[in-house]
């Protein structure tokens, strides 16, 4: 979904994080996914003071408020999300809606459970950050790590009559998302590693040996290391593409006005 007209820069930002959340409430997947963690750590939900960092509907905060949560704290930035989420939450007494960015936000009471789905597309690009710089510490926080896979294969295996392998070696440099459809399963190595507390690991990466002119980056998320979701199986997150230029790279998160932009160069 993609706004066409012109707006003021404040309102079209707010309509595309609308839209943007529109979208990733349309991954059943990732919804069924998430609810059952929350399940699994319902013992400790219960009777627990629960926040939600950019609760977007508030589907979660409601899901943590009947599950027995003493408090949520529904904290959302946006504004048209957060009036929403008003709507949604307004008959559960044991929520409260807190429209401010989850960095600003000051709990009045310690925190119990931190619930959160701050992952890019390469795992550190959006806002899995802020998690490092909060102004409470939760005692559990649901998810607490994710990875950033990948895998060689071979253009040829991919290419069709319209991406051939010609448009392929185009994009050299380039990292492009729905480049081709997804399969299972290809992704057998780690090139990033981010966990709550420990922040994100990320070292330059050797090829050297591994056959495949085509690599394949996918998000996979992570509690207790235990697969929660991943890219292929839950559409939010599609896997990332780039002809193979080298037998080493190196991927940086660098700072960006919103989120993190991404470096990525093929090393000599």
């Not at 309102?11 to 963690?37: G, H, K, P």
């Not at 998690?131 to 290419?159: C, I, S, T």
Request: aromatic residues 10%; proline residues 4%.
């Amino acid at each position: 979904m993609d706004i066409l007209n012109q707006l003021p820069e404040r309102r079209y930002r707010e309509i595309d994080d609308l839209l943007a959340f529109v979208s990733i409430y349309d991954d059943d997947e990732r919804t069924a996914a998430f609810s059952r963690l929350l399940r699994r750590h319902a013992h400790l939900i219960r009777g627990a003071v629960c926040v939600e960092a950019g609760c977007g509907l508030g589907i979660f905060s409601e899901m943590l408020a009947r599950m027995g949560a003493r408090t949520v704290y529904a904290v959302e930035h946006n504004p048209l999300l957060a009036e929403l989420a008003r709507q949604r939450l307004a008959e559960l007494p044991n929520v409260q809606v807190v429209e401010t960015d989850i960095l600003d936000f000051a709990p009045p009471e310690p925190v119990d459970v931190l619930v959160h789905e701050f992952y890019g597309q390469l795992l550190f690009d959006e806002d899995l950050w802020v998690l490092d710089h909060l102004q409470f510490e939760p005692n559990l926080v649901l998810p607490d790590g994710g990875e950033l896979r990948f895998g060689l294969a071979y253009v040829e295996e991919y290419a069709d009559e319209v991406v051939t392998p010609d448009v392929v070696r185009k994009l050299e440099g380039a990292l492009v998302s729905g480049l081709f459809e997804e399969r299972k399963n290809e992704l057998a190595h780690t090139a990033a590693v981010w966990r709550f507390g420990s922040g994100l690991q990320v070292s330059d990466v050797d090829l050297s040996g591994k056959p495949g002119d085509l690599l394949i980056f996918g998000l996979r998320v992570t509690h207790k290391g235990r697969t929660v979701c991943e890219a292929a199986r839950c559409s939010n997150w599609s896997y990332v593409w780039t002809p193979r230029a080298g037998d080493r790279f190196r991927l940086r998160f660098l700072p960006a006005e919103a989120g993190r932009d991404v470096e990525f160069t093929w090393l000599t």
